[in-house]
């Protein structure tokens, strides 16, 4: 596409190498060969030949940063953007909000979540990880905005202006709106595209394709179900880190919390993907 716009060049980087035959083939097909290199490395591993105008990645997870785009990004627009580039998308922001999902729950609960790969086995998959508890992972699925028990609200802000933290820790205050169980939490991103284009990934309709064809939400359980009432707190520290080196993580993340009626608190949770057997 940035060929057909007119990009004088292309470079195109890609770990996998089962990509790139079907890249050239592509390229050339739309005659373009002369115009397009692709590198078949990590980018860290990669030195481009010259500085670029724009920079194209699609390092996002539902999560926005759970595929580890913050150090990979800042080393690409360091290395190979220039001074005045453009970063595509040019801004992503990571929404939480409270649920009540007794479905979801209880599909992670049984260990019953369901899967394309025949071969999935979630034990199988904990005690490759080294994972206590089903509960301290998150899961792929699409949870409906009817289940929200308060408002979305921003937890992080990646702006790839080289001030994008890595590690954080952030607490933030839900207002409950409805009686209801909490069950967990739903992840999302939106990606700034342009001043006019938002990806926004939390639509729930997927008979009138409003859902995401690449991204399902994220959902990040809580293993026992807390009653909630209208006008309650749910008070979320949410953080992102690096386990040790021993650790299957590249990158985990924590959720915890509790819930306050009338000042007092009625119950805790307390999930973390750190937490090891």
Same mark, same amino acid.
């Given at each position: 596409?940035?060929?057909?716009?007119?990009?004088?060049?292309?470079?195109?980087?890609?770990?996998?190498?089962?990509?790139?035959?079907?890249?050239? &083939?592509?390229?050339?097909?739309?005659?373009?060969?002369?115009?397009? %290199?692709?590198?078949?490395?990590?980018?860290?591993?990669?030195?481009?030949?010259?500085?670029?105008?724009?920079?194209?990645?699609?390092?996002?997870?539902?999560?926005?940063?759970?595929?580890?785009?913050?150090?990979?990004?800042?080393?690409?627009?360091?290395?190979?953007?220039?001074?005045?580039?453009?970063?595509?998308?040019?801004?992503?922001?990571? $929404?939480?909000?409270?649920?009540?999902?007794?479905?979801?729950? %209880?599909?992670?609960?049984?260990?019953?979540?369901?899967?394309?790969?025949?071969?999935?086995?979630?034990?199988?998959?904990?005690?490759?990880?080294?994972?206590?508890?089903?509960?301290?992972?998150?899961?792929? *699925?699409?949870?409906?905005?009817?289940? $929200?028990?308060?408002?979305?609200? *921003?937890?992080?802000?990646?702006?790839?202006?080289?001030?994008?933290?890595?590690? $954080?820790?952030?607490?933030?205050?839900?207002?409950?709106?409805?009686?209801?169980?909490?069950?967990?939490?739903?992840?999302?991103? *939106?990606?700034?595209?342009?001043?006019?284009?938002?990806?926004?990934?939390?639509?729930?309709?997927?008979?009138?394709?409003?859902?995401?064809?690449?991204? &399902?939400?994220?959902?990040?359980?809580?293993?026992?179900?807390? &009653?909630?009432?209208?006008?309650?707190?749910?008070?979320?520290?949410?953080?992102?880190?690096?386990?040790?080196?021993?650790?299957?993580?590249?990158?985990? $993340?924590?959720?915890?919390?509790?819930?306050?009626?009338?000042?007092?608190?009625?119950?805790?949770?307390?999930?973390?993907?750190?937490?090891?057997?």
């Amino acid at each position: 596409m940035s060929l057909e716009a007119g990009a004088k060049r292309v470079h195109g980087i890609d770990v996998n190498k089962n990509r790139i035959p079907q890249a050239h &083939k592509r390229i050339s097909n739309a005659g373009f060969a002369d115009r397009f %290199e692709i590198f078949n490395a990590l980018s860290y591993d990669v030195n481009l030949p010259e500085r670029v105008d724009v920079i194209i990645s699609e390092i996002l997870g539902n999560l926005a940063d759970n595929e580890d785009m913050t150090p990979i990004l800042a080393d690409a627009k360091k290395r190979f953007l220039k001074d005045r580039g453009i970063m595509l998308p040019a801004s992503v922001q990571t $929404y939480l909000t409270p649920i009540s999902s007794q479905k979801a729950h %209880e599909q992670v609960r049984a260990k019953k979540c369901r899967v394309i790969n025949s071969q999935y086995d979630l034990d199988d998959l904990l005690d490759n990880l080294g994972v206590e508890k089903q509960f301290n992972l998150y899961y792929d *699925c699409i949870i409906p905005a009817s289940a $929200y028990l308060a408002e979305p609200q *921003c937890v992080q802000e990646f702006n790839f202006n080289g001030r994008d933290k890595s590690e $954080y820790r952030i607490s933030v205050t839900y207002r409950v709106i409805k009686e209801g169980f909490l069950t967990g939490f739903k992840g999302y991103f *939106c990606a700034k595209l342009s001043d006019n284009v938002l990806l926004d990934i939390s639509g729930d309709d997927i008979k009138s394709r409003q859902t995401s064809d690449c991204w &399902k939400h994220c959902y990040l359980p809580i293993q026992i179900p807390i &009653k909630v009432n209208q006008g309650d707190n749910i008070n979320l520290t949410y953080s992102r880190f690096y386990p040790s080196e021993s650790d299957a993580f590249r990158q985990a $993340y924590a959720w915890q919390g509790e819930v306050k009626r009338d000042g007092k608190t009625v119950a805790e949770f307390d999930q973390n993907m750190g937490r090891t057997k």
